[in-house]
């Protein structure tokens, strides 16, 4: 937990220190799911659980913390039966998921670090609807954590086991039943044409989903809309400044909440008021209400298609919809350009998380890159300026140089190692020149003998051409393998220390290039570049991996050798393309 301000530190520093490992904690839950039950209530749970306390002597730890709980007393809006899907899949067996609650998540992680004896809550319900989560309380429970329900008392016992399993089993069919239903009425309503949404300006909501009258206030100003635009002499904007001329203003409805009005929700189980504000049109309100077939008397089907509706009655006929709808096609104008603008780095950066492209653009002289992700994308990241990342792309060219205290330690540690892969090499060198003489031997009697062997049978005609194509797709990879290790691995460390003199060369002048020059040397080295939360991924290409990796070479320098020999013709284009860079633009 991150502490908001002085006293929130002070407390958590006390939590850390011991203090309340004797104490429990309340938790309290509202689900969403099912609002009118009384046992759902905060204000209920805050009452039992706290008499509970006081009857079972427990000591409720009386701290409070911004967004986390008050005198000990944690209360939270959220339905439990939802969970997250995604799975982390580390080494060592370890498998991660995201727990979907806020607080439930800080509960448990004070709990896990034995920072509180338990927590009281009103029943198992309240706690865990979902596996995910009630794996999570079980493993609390067998590490020592003692969970206290109000509602129940489960035994150390296999029944007392088998009666939380029984209350775990019901509380997650519950949850799933009641979203059934949901979702079953929602469906059936909308195959009766019964409007299960908010129905759009122009119509109240009176709290009645087959019952959407029109709005005395706003009706006859909308269908006017569509006449006015129909004419094609109206334009989005002119519309709107009528509408504000006439005194039409948007249905009232209140600002989003605050955190600390959210939180103040939570603790009080009372709503905030917060005053209903009408809004002035604007360009793409007036645009959503003219592309809106809700006027024509349908709503949204259970197949995403336009059904008609019982709920309400038709506000314009179906042909001025269509009239308008024409009317906006033709005035929806997109520039295509021939030629891209000429940008740095354009189409060379993506986002980490869904690849969509950075584009670069110009702002008041300096150029940024601009990401639209895909829905769903959880990078946060939508922009930066090209100094930013040109930078970050430099520090990364300048470690893949080799340092003076890497050189020595390849010098040092590498010459007993090369020998034993040079040993290596040769051995397979031989191994391959037997399978290769094997092979033609097999060819050579396959085409003398190809007519006796087609008569006798031993080969249809078919099977006789598919085994010589497969001896001889052997042969050509073992002579290319051959062709790759003919080289010593002396050779190709000298090539690897090569590449990283002429790449140190290459990254001082990467400093002093301007931003196409810099993109020149950045096309030369990477394949690949994409941003994500602040940090830069890369993707080198083949004739500079070996200097990427050579990080395991303190850990494991046979395994580095033994890569970087598989990259001798990349090594040596890479060698080739940087001399090139380097004579064609030689160092200020």
């Not at 689900?31 to 046992?39: A, M, P, V």
């Not at 198992?124 to 009630?134: A, C, F, L, V, Y």
């Not at 062997?453 to 073992?478: C, M």
């Not at 046979?558 to 990349?570: C, I, R, V």
Request: include cysteine; glycine fraction near 4%; aromatic fraction near 10%.
């Amino acid at each position: 937990m991150t502490p908001k301000n002085e006293q929130d530190h002070s407390i958590l520093k006390e939590i850390e220190n011991g203090t309340f490992r004797e104490y429990y904690l309340i938790y309290n839950r509202k689900s969403t799911d099912e609002l009118e039950n009384q046992k759902n209530s905060i204000k209920y749970q805050k009452t039992e659980n706290t008499k509970f306390a006081l009857r079972q002597h427990l000591q409720v730890a009386n701290i409070s913390l911004e967004g986390f709980c008050s005198n000990g007393v944690i209360s939270e809006k959220h339905s439990a039966f939802k969970e997250d899907t995604d799975l982390i899949l580390g080494d060592n067996g370890l498998v991660q998921y995201r727990i979907e609650r806020p607080k439930f998540y800080k509960l448990i992680q004070l709990l896990n670090k034995g920072y509180f004896k338990g927590v009281v809550v009103l029943c198992w319900d309240r706690i865990s609807r979902n596996k995910g989560d009630e794996t999570v309380i079980r493993k609390l429970m067998k590490s020592g954590i003692d969970f206290r329900f109000v509602l129940a008392t489960y035994d150390k016992t296999s029944s007392g086991a088998l009666h939380m399993d029984i209350d775990g089993m019901f509380a997650e069919h519950h949850s799933r039943v009641t979203s059934e239903k949901v979702s079953l009425n929602i469906r059936n309503q909308r195959a009766k044409g019964i409007c299960t949404y908010k129905a759009p300006v122009g119509y109240l909501n009176l709290g009645k989903m087959d019952d959407k009258p029109f709005d005395p206030e706003r009706a006859h100003l909308i269908k006017r809309f569509f006449e006015l635009y129909a004419t094609g002499d109206w334009t989005l904007a002119d519309l709107a400044k009528w509408a504000i001329e006439q005194g039409f203003t948007m249905p009232p409805v209140r600002r989003r909440r605050t955190l600390e009005e959210k939180l103040s929700e939570e603790e009080d189980d009372l709503q905030t008021q917060i005053v209903p504000i009408k809004r002035l049109p604007t360009y793409t309100g007036i645009h959503k209400i003219l592309t809106n077939p809700f006027y024509t008397g349908k709503i949204l089907g259970n197949d995403g298609c336009y059904v008609v509706s019982h709920s309400h009655q038709a506000l314009i006929s179906e042909d001025l919809f269509n009239k308008v709808q024409i009317a906006l096609l033709k005035k929806k104008i997109s520039i295509h350009y021939t030629e891209n603008l000429v940008q740095p780095l354009r189409g060379m950066i993506r986002c980490g998380n869904c690849s969509r492209l950075y584009t670069p653009y110009e702002k008041k002289g300096i150029i940024y890159f601009g990401a639209r992700c895909s829905p769903g994308c959880n990078n946060r990241q939508k922009s930066f300026n090209i100094n930013f990342i040109t930078t970050k792309i430099g520090e990364y060219i300048h470690t893949l140089s080799f340092t003076e205290a890497e050189l020595s330690e390849i010098n040092t540690r590498a010459n007993t190692d090369i020998a034993v892969l040079e040993m290596n090499r040769l051995n397979e060198i031989e191994r391959y020149d037997r399978q290769k003489k094997k092979i033609r031997e097999d060819l050579a009697y396959l085409r003398t003998n190809k007519l006796s062997l087609l008569k006798t049978g031993v080969y249809a005609p078919e099977s006789y051409i598919e085994e010589e194509d497969n001896l001889t797709v052997q042969l050509t990879k073992l002579q290319e393998i051959e062709s790759i290790s003919d080289e010593s691995m002396h050779e190709t460390i000298k090539e690897v220390m090569k590449l990283s003199e002429l790449l140190k060369t290459v990254s001082l002048q990467y400093d002093f290039a301007n931003w196409y020059e810099k993109e020149d040397i950045i096309k030369l080295i990477f394949s690949e570049l994409s941003f994500s939360e602040n940090e830069l991924k890369y993707k080198c290409k083949d004739g500079f991996k070996p200097l990427e990796s050579r990080l395991v070479l303190l850990c494991d320098p046979t395994t580095w050798l033994s890569d970087t020999h598989s990259y001798q013709d990349s090594l040596k284009q890479s060698i080739e393309v940087l001399h090139k860079y380097y004579n064609t633009h030689p160092p200020p």
